[in-house]
């Protein structure tokens, strides 16, 4: 008996120690992200003012029950948007539990091919429960321009990287997953938040070459603070007031870096880590922004936005970039997202019979469908290509709209 009281004791003790309080739901009317505490991964959460929901990453597998609950707290309606930055299982492990726990309308990948089985099982995955897959090109019509996605209320995000079919690939890097991360800026007001996914050097390089408004009131730190990445050119570009590492306590990776924290420092940018500070959110009135976390100082921190309000990401035409490839003399740093399974061979496709144009409409086009999806694709979509899951195959596009809608990737 005495235990039991000792127990509830302590219990009501822990949980009235300031700033270990769960963080409140979206703000009514304000940008709401949270930086999630997944471990050693990345996972954040936009609620815009007018609720539309974008999820980037889902951390490693071993956070998804714990992301899946913190998902439901905050996510009343199927995700608008589910982004996956590189096919690392530290970003996609989670994402399984997270699209089972909440659902999600579309998804968008960069599209980089990759052997992990983890990231094949997911496309199947998405291929079957949420069916609308986004490539984050730019428009075809306007290839000089930059993909943005608006989120009502004035709130945006713009893809920055990558650009296929545009500009290739980044290659020959340390890791050209983690270099062709996708990398978006989201606006609202005098506010931004850039999210950088794992970029590496020659990303960043690439991006400070273009003619792009890189300034943010908040960077989500690339590779969670490994010593590579947040060059110091790249830093001054983007002048962050905040800096957001998304990492695990005691990690074996040695992350974040003495380097990339002196560099930050260098910049003056107030850094907050997922390691010591646990869940960060972030709430933007489009003129400050307001950072408070589960374990950090109990006083919110408070930053003006620096941006023009209603200025353009693009400051001109988006042009390929001439670069310098390689980087493999570059001291390698273990990749807490590279795969630890044995590399699947690469997706064959189902055979489809000659096409036997005779029917009226009937162009000889053929367009495919993965097993349970709701929408269908042309034949040669680089989503088919990426997944090795089953194909229904219809031979006129007026079939397929009978059962499924056109992919918004494609544009069947």
Request: glycine fraction near 10%; charge should be neutral.
């Amino acid at each position: 008996m005495v235990f039991a009281r000792l127990l509830g004791v302590l219990l009501l003790l822990l949980t009235a120690v300031p700033g270990h309080a769960a963080l409140p739901s979206p703000a009514p009317g304000k940008l709401s992200v949270y930086f999630l505490d997944v471990g050693q991964g990345d996972a954040a959460l936009i609620v815009s003012p007018a609720g539309k929901t974008v999820l980037i990453d889902g951390g490693p597998p071993e956070a998804g029950p714990r992301l899946a609950a913190r998902l439901r707290e905050l996510v009343k309606q199927p995700l608008d948007l589910v982004i996956l930055t590189h096919p690392h299982l530290d970003h996609l492990g989670g994402l399984p539990a997270a699209l089972k726990a909440v659902g999600a309308k579309r998804f968008m990948d960069p599209g980089f091919d990759h052997p992990s089985e983890a990231y094949r099982d997911l496309l199947d995955f998405v291929g079957r429960e949420v069916g609308q897959v986004m490539s984050p090109q730019p428009n075809p019509n306007a290839p000089q321009t930059l993909l943005t996605i608006g989120l009502g209320e004035g709130v945006a995000l713009t893809v920055l990287w990558p650009r296929v079919p545009q500009e290739p690939f980044l290659e020959d890097t340390r890791s050209d997953a983690n270099a062709n991360s996708l990398v978006t800026k989201l606006t609202f007001g005098k506010t931004a938040f850039l999210f950088t996914g794992d970029a590496e050097p020659p990303t960043e390089e690439v991006l400070v070459q273009k003619p792009l408004d890189l300034t943010a009131t908040v960077l989500k730190v690339a590779h969670h603070g490994g010593k590579h990445s947040s060059t110091r050119a790249f830093l001054e570009r983007v002048k962050p007031q905040v800096a957001v590492i998304s990492v695990g306590v005691g990690n074996d990776y040695g992350h974040p870096s003495p380097e990339a924290l002196g560099r930050l420092s260098d910049v003056r940018a107030r850094t907050f880590r997922t390691d010591q500070d646990g869940e960060v959110m972030a709430v933007s009135d489009g003129a400050t922004v307001t950072l408070r976390t589960t374990r950090g100082e109990a006083s919110a921190l408070v930053v003006t936005g620096t941006q023009k309000a209603g200025s353009p990401v693009a400051l001109g035409p988006i042009l390929p970039t001439p670069r310098r490839h390689g980087g493999n003399a570059v001291e390698k740093e273990p990749d807490p997202g590279a795969p630890r399974t044995k590399p699947s061979k690469e997706p064959g496709r189902e055979p489809t019979p000659p096409s036997t144009p005779s029917e009226p409409g009937d162009t000889g086009q053929r367009f495919e469908s993965l097993k349970g999806s709701k929408v269908f694709h042309r034949a040669d979509c680089p989503t088919l290509k990426r997944s090795k899951n089953e194909r229904t195959v219809y031979s006129r596009r007026a079939d397929a709209l009978r059962e499924r809608r056109p992919a918004e990737d494609c544009h069947p």
